[in-house]
């Protein structure tokens, strides 16, 4: 038995998985980011230990002897956070997360610094990434970095707490902008560049290689065996890879969370920055990935869902397939947090144009839905521009549940979706098969394997040739708002 636990940024997701890579247990635990600021997103490092924590115990309760038997455990999280702790490993602030936009003028000043550091790094400097959230702290509040002894990544912070180890993994170093991609260790340059002391940084390992112990009181907690391993582990989007096999070259996948990301395999270190694709390490060693990243992905609906009074995001899901009959009538830009690919702007916001005196609030989630859609094949339009082919591609995630918004996301790609069976909590699922391969010693292409498949959505013809005239206008609508925004910045 295997143990996922995966740390997002509305819940923590903890799976078990027994030798047959069937789920057996879950659990999950809704957190709350909060938004001081306006463009600020931080959160609170124990509220993530303390939900880990009561998944883990609920877990424990609904299926003791599966917990009992639990030989490995994995780990994969946000990426790109800040969280910097003091002598004794305590937070000196709330943890700054990726979908935070403040350092958007450190980032701007960083990514002109040098294109060879940029393309040996992955990307251009984001707002998001951990590094220029770093420079905006020696500016606005140095006498946090006066006391920084650590810097981690949010999963390496729960790694602290469950073995006590200071560890973190390639593939969730990669979204820093302090990483070599193609040495896989840290960069001399960026960390000088960017004030980090190299004494903060945690030591860089493969993802499914073993970085410590549970801790002996934490395994009689949950009345585990005292020889607990836990694996390095993965950033999310990584862990999401391995969860639906995407480890070889070409392999591609969309992943719809909080934020929404397009992933293709890579078998170098491919960058494009000038095309804001991210290029970074992937969960195996030798192996990449390109990746475009949105900030906005199922977010857009939860938000949709506040606006309209729909407590009930399902029924609104629902309801709106019910008056589906094309295109909305309405039309939508989704930057509620900024956007990274292709704009990278973190003073976007997002918009809605069409209202008149009948509109209901499933039109309102309709052009969400479709905007998010539009974003992607904005996303791939990138990618392919860049090189990558991609025809088909696994959807994971949470917005994986809906095959009414994948058939949006298909039609308006183009590209065929593969839903997988669990495929909604595919990083905890990842984690666990990194778990696996810490102590089993098998080859990760005989773990990493492709999950049976739960449905394909292929693009509609009809409501593809009418989605090209909306994708025209969905990129008109941001050329004409995109001064405005920066306007209002």
Known sequence: MYLGIDLGTSAVKVVLVDDAQTITGSAEEALAPARPKPSWSEDDPDSWIAAVERALDR?????????????????SGQMHG????????????????????????????????????NRRLGVAAMA??????IVWLARHEPQVLAKTRRLLLP???????????????????????????????????AVALCGVDPAWLPPILESPAPAGRLRSALARRWGMRDDIVIAAGAGDVAAGGLSIGAIRPGDAFI???????FFTVASAHQPDPERAVHAFCHALPATWFRMAALL???????????????ADIGGLLEETEKTFTGPSPLLALPYLSGERTPHNRPDLR????GLDATTQPTDIVQAMLEAVAFSLADALNVLRGAGSTVETAGLIGGGARSTFWAKLIASATGVELVKYEASDRGPAYGAARLARLSVSGEDASSVAVVPPIERIVKPEAALADAYQGRLEAFRSLYRALAPEFSRQS
């Open 155 to 189: 999963k390496d912070f729960v790694r602290l707490h469950l073995s006590g180890d200071f560890v973190t993994d390639v593939s969730d170093a990669a979204g820093t902008w302090l990483l070599d991609q193609q040495a896989r260790r840290w960069d001399d340059e």
């Open 59 to 75: 877990l424990r309760a609904e299926h003791p002897a599966a917990v009992a038997a639990t030989r490995a455990i994995g780990l």
């Open 255 to 261: 992943s719809l969370g909080t934020s929404a990301q």
């Open 296 to 310: 906005n992905g199922a977010s857009v609906l939860a938000a949709a869902a506040q606006w309209t009074g729909g």
């Open 350 to 353: 997002g918009a809605i144009i």
């Open 82 to 117: 800040a969280l910097l702790l003091d002598a004794g490993d305590r937070p000196l602030r709330p943890a700054i997360l990726w979908n935070d936009g403040r350092a958007a003028a450190e980032a701007a000043e960083l990514a002109e610094h040098s294109a060879a550091l």
């Open 128 to 133: 998001g990434f951990t590094a220029p959230k």
